[in-house]
Every structure is written in C-alpha cells, then in structure tokens.
C-alpha cells in the first residue's frame, strides 16, 4: 500500500491564481480530511468528508472547496490564492472517527 | 465545542531525562485521545491512543493514560534520546455518531534532546 501520497510537494502561486492539491489513498479509508499548519498554530481543520458524496467544512474553509467523487481521492481547490494561504497541507485519512488518522507528506505552498 | 490545551513549548531536555508533555481536552461525551509526533520535513504519525477511561496507549517507550476525573491525557517518557526529537501533537476524535470524520488538535509542542 502506498498509504497517503499528495502531490505537488512544493507550489509556489501568484496571488489570485488557482490550483488544485492532489491527495489520493488506496487503504479504502471512508474518513478523509485536509489540514493547514501554519507555524504556532497547530492543525487547523479546512474540509472533511466522511464518504464519497458527503463532505462538509471544518475550522477554516474560506477560500477552499473539496469534492469526494470517489473513496481515493479528495482533492482540495484554492479558488483564488492570497498571501494569507501560505501553509503547509496535509490531507489525513482514517477508517473511522475513533481510529487514528494516516498523514501524507505534505504539500508547501507560497503564495506571493 | 471539542478543544485541546497542550503544555507549551519549546521543550529542551539531556538524553536520558523524563519527559512529560501535558495535555488536557474539553469535549462532549466520550473522545478517543491521540499523540501524533511529527519529525522534521514528515507528515505526522500516530505515536499511541486511548480509546476510553483509564486506557493507557504506550509505544517506543512513550506512554499517556486517558484520565477522564481530570480530562487528561499526558504524555510521558522515562528516559528520552536525541532520536525523539519532534514536534508531539495531542489530539481528540469525536465519539462515534457525533463530529464523524473531525479531529481537533493542539498546538504542538516542540521537543529537542541534547546528547
């Protein structure tokens, strides 16, 4: 199993450009969610999902969309990159809510 | 609304000194408590759990026992090395049928051990 894998590792965006972070897992997770660090604060929830279809938003989801289409794969859109969207990503995903959460790699993003 | 409270950081320690990194949380009904720890440039990664009252998660010599009188769950180590330095996340996952899917983390605490 390949686990939790996210692509780019590392973007850098112009201020106002969109893109898309990749995240894919292959352990037939139903439970699958995005996170931000940002230094000194911890993890902050952006979306979660816990299904294909069903996906809902957590601490800070302004300036972000999910979709969950399939079981593998939760893809996260800036809409609309600002500085303020400088982070590092991690999207996380687990059997269930009471079992613990498999992390990617984590993806850096600069937005200038 | 669920909450975790770490013991601030930066925590700098000798090998071989005990490690205690507390931990307390605010939740509604019955949370399954976490420690991840996450290593320079990597993703983060379970370290131990607690699923109920009284449970003690323990792994690499790392322990912490979910102590629902005190709404705790510390994190400890008798004698630590320089290979444990990593940031240590305490972590809450809501009970089952409830906040599905959301976990709530602290803020971290950073941990350097000096040969």
């Known amino acids: 199993n390949a686990g939790v894998t996210q692509t780019p590792k590392f973007q850098v965006l112009k201020t106002g450009q969109s893109m898309t972070l990749q995240c894919a897992q292959d352990m037939n997770h139903e439970y699958m969610s995005w996170y931000r660090q940002d230094p000194g604060m911890g993890l902050r929830l952006i979306h979660y999902?816990?299904?294909?279809?069903?996906?809902d938003q957590g601490e800070v989801p302004n300036g972000y969309n999910v979709s969950r289409s399939t079981t593998e794969d939760f893809p996260l859109r800036l809409l609309s990159a600002a500085p303020s969207q400088t982070s590092v990503y991690f999207c996380?995903?687990?059997?269930?809510?009471?079992?613990?959460?498999?992390f990617g790699p984590g993806t850096r993003l600069t937005v200038t | 609304g669920n909450s975790v409270t770490q013991m601030e950081g930066p925590v700098t320690l000798s090998e071989e000194a005990f490690l205690t990194i507390n931990c307390t949380y605010t939740a509604t009904g019955y949370p399954s408590l976490f420690w991840y720890v996450q290593y320079p440039g990597e993703g983060l990664q379970l370290l131990l759990k607690?699923?109920?009252?009284?449970d003690k998660g323990s792994n690499k010599g790392f322990e912490a026992t979910y102590r629902k009188e005190t709404t705790s769950f510390h994190l400890e180590k008798g004698s630590v090395q320089v290979s444990d330095s990593a940031v240590y996340f305490c972590a809450l996952s809501g009970p089952l049928n409830t906040n599905a899917g959301k976990s709530t983390f602290g803020d971290g605490t950073t941990l350097t051990v000096k040969p």
């Open positions: 999902s816990v299904g294909a279809g069903i996906t």
């Open positions: 996380a995903s687990s059997y269930s809510s009471s079992e613990k959460q498999y």
């Open positions: 607690a699923t109920k009252a009284d």
